[in-house]
């Protein structure tokens, strides 16, 4: 059964507005929280992260919000750019790391 | 500039073939991992190592194995290839303990 998950396989929008990932998750024994990005043909990219005793990570454009409640939690990209276009990977970490199955963003011209 | 490099970045071979993918990197670190990616299914994790002679198995390891005998490389060895392990590999290491992963550029691998 999937611990990570993205449901949504791709997400269009325009450039300067904001794009907001969406990711759940099943273990509570997770301890950090990922986002890495990664462009065709390359290796993914890590983007930003976050540990579970925080709610809210900011780095820049790219914040990364945590609801351990719920077990959700998003990348807020603002404002989008064309550069952005790529697929985002959520990931999980206990004692291995668990990615998600990607989400494609296309930022509109 | 420390680095992971992948090898081959690409290889068709035969159903039944052992295959071999070669990861090393320069940056000294202690984990490595390697995953594949598929189309709806993301990255997923095959095998992992946290120090020499230490080998974890991922969530798809049959058909896969992989040897720690030193800190810089981990090789993923594939016993008798088989055509639904055609897919892209990622070898990735890490250093410390917050998950954030140097990956490689990957290798495409066709199994016929």
């Known amino acids: 059964d999937q611990q990570v998950k993205q449901n949504s396989p791709s997400l269009s929008v325009q450039e300067g507005r904001i794009s907001i990932l969406n990711c759940d998750y099943t273990n509570s024994m997770f301890d950090y929280f990922l986002w890495y990005k990664k462009y065709p043909a390359e290796g993914p990219t890590f983007l930003i992260s976050i540990s579970s005793i925080k709610d809210k990570n900011e780095d820049g454009r790219f914040t990364v919000f945590l609801n351990k409640s719920a077990k959700h939690l998003s990348l807020h990209i603002v404002p989008s750019q064309p550069g952005d276009s790529a697929v985002y990977f959520c990931a999980a970490q206990d004692d291995k790391i668990i990615f998600g199955k990607g989400t494609r963003l296309h930022i509109l011209p | 500039d420390a680095e992971i490099t992948q090898s081959p970045r690409h290889k068709i071979t035969e159903t039944g073939r052992q295959v071999t993918l070669a990861c090393h990197q320069t940056?000294?670190?202690?984990?490595m991992f390697w995953y594949r990616q598929d189309l709806g299914h993301g990255l997923r994790l095959i095998h992992y190592s946290y120090g020499v002679q230490d080998t974890n198995k991922g969530e798809v390891s049959d058909g896969y194995s992989v040897s720690r005998s030193n800190t810089e490389d981990l090789p993923l060895t594939l016993e008798s290839a088989a055509s639904s392990q055609t897919s892209v590999y990622f070898c990735?290491?890490?250093?410390?303990?917050?998950?954030?992963?140097?990956f490689g550029e990957g290798s495409r691998l066709t199994v016929l």
């Open positions: 940056w000294n670190h202690n984990n």
């Open positions: 990735a290491s890490s250093e410390s303990s917050t998950g954030e992963l140097f």
